[in-house]
């Protein structure tokens, strides 16, 4: 069973920045799509990014693309979320997975291995 913890979460204004760390066990890594989601109170989950295993493509949902970069170190069975221009909006605990069953990398129920969250908040 693959485990991902999420790391980098924190507290920051309106226009900062943040780099998010996931961090995934297992030697299968790199065949392993990773995707970022995220969810706000009182709102459902929703995708932020997604890379493929090879990390040469990737995929952002309209609300960040532009703003967010995901990216992915093999060689340290991680996946970063940079987080640049930060909003009020962006405010929500953010969640990496991995989809090991190599179902389509861009539905977000193909991911299976989900870690425990971490709590950006961005004030104005």
């Known amino acids: 069973q693959v485990q991902v913890v999420e790391s980098g979460g924190g507290s920051v204004q309106t226009g900062g920045s943040l780099r998010l760390s996931c961090a995934a066990s297992?030697?299968?890594?790199?065949?392993?799509?990773m995707g970022w989601f995220r969810q706000a109170p009182g709102k459902e989950r929703e995708f932020v990014a997604a890379?493929?295993?090879?990390?040469?493509?990737?995929v952002y949902a309209d609300s960040v693309k532009g703003r967010f970069t995901i990216s992915r170190d093999n060689a340290k069975n991680t996946v970063y979320l940079q987080m640049n221009s930060l909003k009020p909006e962006d405010t929500a605990v953010y969640y990496c997975?991995?989809?090991?069953?190599?179902?389509?990398?861009?539905?977000?129920?193909?991911?299976?291995?989900w870690g425990q969250g971490t709590q950006v908040t961005v004030s104005s």
């Open positions: 297992g030697r299968s890594f790199s065949s392993y799509d």
């Open positions: 997975a991995a989809n090991t069953n190599g179902g389509n990398w861009l539905n977000p129920f193909a991911y299976d291995a």
């Open positions: 890379v493929r295993r090879s990390s040469s493509i990737t």
